[in-house]
């Protein structure tokens, strides 16, 4: 169910049924992808049928805008950013990387990536730095560099042992991107990676599975165990400043931080953390 809400009241404004009006296939965790509202649209990848894979809405209305690509869904959110001129809405469906006009659906180009696995996801989101994408994903696919360029892409660098990411996407500060390597059943390691480069510069050893977030400077790590680590973001390994106990286990959603606070929560428990105390 896509539903838009007033912000104010909570009041339903509308909602589509998309799995029952395209056919949206369950996958193997159900929907994941978070909305994109673009140019007055909502984009989502849905994975829909007879070319319903990726989906435009008005964001007012909720009537549908255009449909792109018989692509699967992934779990990857749709980013939108401006190339060399040109606007791109950015998709890593189930198959790769589709970049669209977010006010068309017009596919530019496609860059194919993902696992030769059928049991494995697409998850992190793309990472767009200048006219350069970065691309990662478990399953032994790893990580890829791109260069945005008319009509396509270029690699820049490759490999799957760089920084393959399953669910939590990398952040980038000052030519280094920092994130989860491996599957988070294994307990993937916490890494800090060249971005020019691919050059691995340090790693934090069975580090676990979580999210990262960038804020002032900073890595917020909200391990899957619910534990919070404040770090700084730099070529000095993983020193944290603060770190807490902030909920029970099994923690996968990704926190938001606002005015210096932290929201998270577990599957039960939601808990609002004061940032600003660590400084």
Known sequence: MLTCLDAATGKVNWTVDTKKEFQAAKGFFGMDCSALVEGGRVLLNIGGADGAGIVAFDAATGKLSWKATDDQASYSSPIAATVNGRRYAFFFTRSGLVAVDPASGKVYFRFPW??????????????IVGDQLFLSASYDTGAVLLRVKEGGVEKVWAGDEILSNHYATS?????????????????????????KTGKVRWQQDGFGAGTVTLAGGRLV???????????PASLDGLKPIARAQILPSHVRAYPAIADGYLFARSKDKLVCVDLRKSR
């Open 114 to 127: 993902r696992s030769r696995m059928n049991a494995s996801v697409n998850a992190a989101t793309p990472l």
């Open 171 to 195: 952040v980038y500060r000052d030519n280094l991107l920092f994130g989860f390597d491996g599957r988070q059943e294994m307990g993937p390691n916490f890494r800090c990676v060249e971005w």
């Open 221 to 231: 790590i909200l391990k899957e165990d619910g534990e919070l680590w404040l770090a």
